[in-house]
């Protein structure tokens, strides 16, 4: 097993794979975004709202996306999404007031619609074709562990970058280049993953009645698409209120690192190095989540780590002015976020129709936008009016009475242990 592991990890393509989730984490503006707004004069709740138009345009976008990849092409979809994504670039660096900000999310939608789910599904392609497919959550934990990696050294080029531009919307230009680089490497991918499951032509109508004859009856894959999203939606939702707070926290204590830099300087560098950490850990979760699966099913976990979220965000609620138990808890959910991310890939690949995979993800992604869409303006108000810390306590109450509507029974079969 262990030199199957090797040969698989030196495969070019693989190799081709990883490189495309590193050079896409290449967000150097990550660590500032809400940040950034705010200082635009863009109150929580409209960053709220611009977030819930982001996952609107997500959700009417992904199933035709994924329609689109399986049927028709998956490289011209993804080369389609990163043309998006650098146009949102663009119109971040020009968003002075919430108009402007709201076309750049609207880009920035189209990106994630025309992306998600549809590279995973050239993986598992890959893989079938290369007769790897007990391997796919070591591979896809290796894949995003090396992207995690990248959101790790983006955090820090982010930090060398905003400290030496004009203005912070130039660190959104800089953003460009990565993603143009991932463009070119999308072309170099083979020919047959490119290829559509089926030559002959066929109307969106007859697409999506496969689709519901694939889905009945599935109830396992319904929970298990459903508390995914609950899942997902809810840490899209929140992960970045940790900027605003560490804006009180620092600013307000007087928290120095480097004392010829002012406050805002030092905010900077700190919050880089922070998401920095974050990503290194969340790396580290990705790369070996396949282990758990050697002690127990995969739904036993995507059940675990929704629990860890409740009470992860429940203590951020309860004790928000405490800085160092804040970031303790954050680092929890990135790493329940990244160990969860690898094992509900492989439970949903046991669970799905394997002609439909694009599409399955797909609408895996756009419940996670429904509920980002539900609760990101939602949390956005109640921060503004009361603070963060009621919306992050209300929020993990949510999440507790949903917990008996997301329960997953357990997936088709067990890994093997690799």
């Known amino acids: 097993m262990e030199n199957q592991k090797k040969i698989i990890l030196k495969d070019k393509q693989i190799i081709k794979f990883s490189l495309y989730g590193f050079l896409k984490n290449l967000q150097f503006f990550e660590a500032y975004l809400i940040i950034y707004l705010t200082s635009n004069s863009i109150s929580l709740f409209e960053i709220g709202i611009l977030i819930a138009i982001r996952e609107i345009i997500v959700n009417i976008f992904e199933v035709p996306s994924g329609l689109l990849a399986d049927y028709f092409g998956k490289k011209k979809e993804l080369c389609l999404c990163f043309v998006m994504y650098i146009i949102s670039f663009v119109f971040f660096f020009f968003s002075k007031n919430f108009g402007i900000a709201i076309l750049a999310m609207v880009f920035f939608g189209l990106g994630e619609a025309f992306r998600s789910g549809t590279h995973k599904a050239m993986i598992f392609a890959y893989l079938e074709k290369k007769g790897w497919t007990a391997y796919k959550t070591f591979v896809y934990g290796k894949t995003r562990s090396l992207s995690k990696i990248g959101s790790a050294i983006s955090a820090i080029l982010g930090i060398i970058i905003i400290l030496n531009v004009p203005s912070n919307g130039y660190i959104f230009l800089a953003a460009i ?5 991932d463009l070119i490497l999308i072309l170099t991918y083979p020919k047959y993953l490119d290829k559509g499951v089926k030559e002959a032509k066929i109307t969106f109508k007859e697409m999506f009645h496969e689709l519901a004859f694939a889905f009945k009856g ?50 900077k560098i700190i919050l880089g190095i922070t998401y920095m950490f974050f990503n290194l850990f969340g790396s580290l979760a990705s790369r ?44 929890i959910i990135y790493l329940a976020q990244n160990f969860r991310k690898p094992i509900y890939i492989d439970v949903l690949d046991d669970n799905m129709p394997k002609k439909d995979r694009a599409t399955v993800l797909s609408i895996g992604s756009q419940v996670t936008s429904i509920f980002v869409i539900i609760l990101s303006p939602i949390i956005g108000w109640v921060s503004d009016s009361f603070g963060i810390k009621y919306a992050m306590f209300g929020l993990s109450v949510l999440l507790l009475i949903l917990l008996p509507f997301i329960i997953s029974s357990g997936s088709k079969k067990t890994l093997i242990k690799i």
């Open 218 to 267: 599935n109830k396992e894959l319904r929970h298990i698409l459903i508390g995914e999203g609950a899942f997902e939606g809810t840490i899209k939702s929140i992960k970045d209120y940790i900027q605003p707070v560490l804006e009180l926290v620092i600013v307000g204590s007087g928290i120095i690192l480097i004392t010829s830099m002012d406050a805002e300087d030092n905010l």
């Open 288 to 331: 070996t989540a396949y282990h758990l699966t050697n002690h127990k099913l995969g739904s036993f976990w995507l059940n675990t780590f929704y629990v860890i979220l409740i009470i992860a965000i429940g203590v951020i609620g309860i004790v928000m002015n405490c800085y160092y138990i804040v970031i303790i808890c954050y680092i």
């Open 177 to 181: 280049v990565p993603y143009i680089l």
